[in-house]
């Protein structure tokens, strides 16, 4: 029996960082596909360019796997005059059940604490109105609230689904995959 899975071009979120601060969405756009030899088989699209804390600036860009993969390969792409560096965006599943990492919602054993403030983990309001001290069930530990990226606990999974990522790639592995804020 052939059990043939129907193959989606599914897209991919990669961030391209080092971007000369005077470029615009559309310059990064045309130097991505021209990097990539403008052929018909990529698809390109830059969600949103912001700036960087060294001055420069950080794209989000969509990109179909087949130009995804050769992106992160090359694990540079040239824009303007510089090579900026390329990285795919991880992403950690959060389970808005239980509140913890590594399984999404439908796979929970665990309790449900989605009526829980996410900030004190404490019933009977939310985080907004929360008047109590930060604590991650996660870490079952006060200092931070639960969905935080300073948790030990997201920084490790973070760590550990980087590198699981880069095993195709040996070079350019001396940057941190910094979690983002958005
Ligand atoms: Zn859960
Ligand atoms: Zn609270
Ligand atoms: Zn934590």
Known sequence: MENRVSLVSKD???HVLDIDAALTKEDVEKAIGHSLGNSRSHTVKVSSIRPSRDGNQIATVQVN???GNILIKLGKVKIGWVGCRVRERVEITRCFKCLEFGHRRHECKGADKSNLCLKCNQPGHKAK???GK???PACRDTG???DSTKCPK???LLKVQSASRRVSKEANTNHENQPHEE
């Open 65 to 67: 796997k087949v130009a």
């Open 134 to 136: 930060d604590f991650c």
């Open 129 to 131: 109105d929360c008047q």
């Open 144 to 146: 931070h609230p639960a």
């Open 154 to 156: 997201f920084r490790e």
């Open 12 to 14: 991919i979120t990669i």
